[in-house]
């Protein structure tokens, strides 16, 4: 038993040999048709084809690149198929077929047949869809409309009345065009000009509709605002860290096409508007009438501070055929801060020559306006005019106070501090700026760590007394640059200081020799000091290691052993020899001292066999010998009987 039916996702009809119910799809979406094929075994393979209007044969459908097939188990008995129309086209009209096919002794195949109408309601495209134009030109602007079936009608209105003078449109497939031309743009004749097309599918009307603005030149008109809101004269007073947005609006034909923002800021230079005084700009389009465009430009400030404070401008550029627009506007923020100080030079650090003349600036900055700065040193002894000190205040504007001390560097001032002391209506206390006096000897040094010999490694450090600014190298007056695999650059900080090392490494005097200079520089700072490097040739060793003199020693005094021994064995020999060669003189009774012959002392041991162990051995003399000996041979037996029992002692078995 053999079973199949294609389906679109609303409608399923059941396949029994008869193409099933024509299916609609609308022009350029996306469309889906299904085919489930049912079978015992379940089908293995469904395929798509197809034969488009005025085909002769059925195209396969797999691997087209317009449709994706995609294949889904359902039970065990059903395979489902769909095929995917990515945008449906006009040609895609025609009869669509799925063929299943499973086994179980032979092949055997199915097939669903399904007829597919592609629709579009009536679209409109409008060229252009807008038009500025000079009172008393004309303005041309163009209609097509597209729709399957094609359209039969178009109708051009405006302001929503249909015009009098039809143009007369052409046809061709599925589009019809038209145009329309005002014959002179006036107050009367600018607005909304709008087209209709109409078609009919399955007995009911479609209608489509598009439009053109032809609007008068206007220029800009434009308007500032803020949130919070502004006051009447434009101005904006509020306390730190407030969100503000001020928005810049301009209204005009042609629309306003760019937006620039800048701030005259009486704490700052003047300057266009960046991140650094944390804003945000963004533009937007805020809407079209008939007879005006509408941008706006919206500043965001986060966190209101005092480097927002002063008078914003804004202004849009408008493009005319003739001629460029620029229209201003402005809005004032006044922010509200407590008083801060800070120097002039951008460092607290002052570093002079002893006995030159030093200016230290301050500047005191608030909303309300600060007190007059005052100076002490950091022992709290005030510092006030005199034939030593000068002190000069302005007032810079009303937000913002500037004062000068004027001295003369001494030798004794070198690391003592100095203070400037303000304040204002809202700072909860005293506020300081510490500056530290320095002089120049101290502020930058070299330092050196390593061997300068040939092939070794040396390392530069400079030491300056600052922790702000730039350390460079230079060797000769001249960069030393990073690329080099031989130098090594790395720097260490501390709060109060900054380090630059330099390491140099396999020194080679053609290569290395010469004065290298460390630079600190810090806006108008620039300090330096200098190290001359001569690279030495390595020194031959001639000192002898302590192990070496230890083994010298050792070896010496066995040597000496060896010599010692030699000489008291020959010495041994020798008496031994002369010994041998003496005669005995007979004794006093004739006998002659047996056991002596050839220079050997003889003699008998006789081990005693009924004890046999360990025990000394015991010595048995030749009968009637030592009785008839004399003195001289008495000794001489006696060292015989010593030697004998000391060198041949008998072996234990």
Known sequence: MKRAWISTSKLQSRFNGTPITKKTAEFGKEFNLTCTAIAIPRPTTVVWSRKITNAVDFEILDGHSRFTKTDRVIDVESLESTLTFKATEYDDDGEYKCFAENKIAVVHTSEAKGNLVIYQNPTVHMMPTEIASASGSSATMSCAVSSKPPPFNSTWLYKDVALSNQPIASSAGYFRNSS????KVTSATEGKYECRGYSSYEGAEKQGSGHTYVRLYRAVSSSISAFPPLSSDGTLTLNENVAVNVTCSALGVPEPVKFTWKLDSPLRDNNGISQDVGVIEETVDYGRSDLNIERKSILVIPRLSYVNLGLYTCTSRQVWPSANADILHTANITVKFAAQLSSSAGTTEVIQDPGSKVKIVAIAIGNPKPDDIRWQWSDGTAITTSNTYTITNIVMNDYKKTSTLDMTFQAEYNNKKIEAISRNALSAAEIKLEFILKTKSDAVSI??????????????TC?????TGTVTWLKDDKGIGSSSSRYEFSTNSTIITKHSILTIKELDSSL???AYTCVYEFNTIRETASYQLTV???VADTQISQGVLIALIVLGILILLVIVLIIFVCLCKGKRRKGSTDEKPPSPNGFHNKGFEDGNLQAVIVPDLSVYDKSEPKLVEPIGLTSNLDDHDMKVATIARQATLTQQRPRMY
């Open 180 to 183: 329309y031309t005002v014959a």
């Open 512 to 514: 290395d020799n010469g």
């Open 447 to 460: 330092t050196t760590d390593g061997s300068s010999t040939t092939g070794s490694t040396l390392t530069l």
């Open 536 to 538: 030495n040739a390595p």
């Open 463 to 467: 030491f300056t007394t600052f922790d």
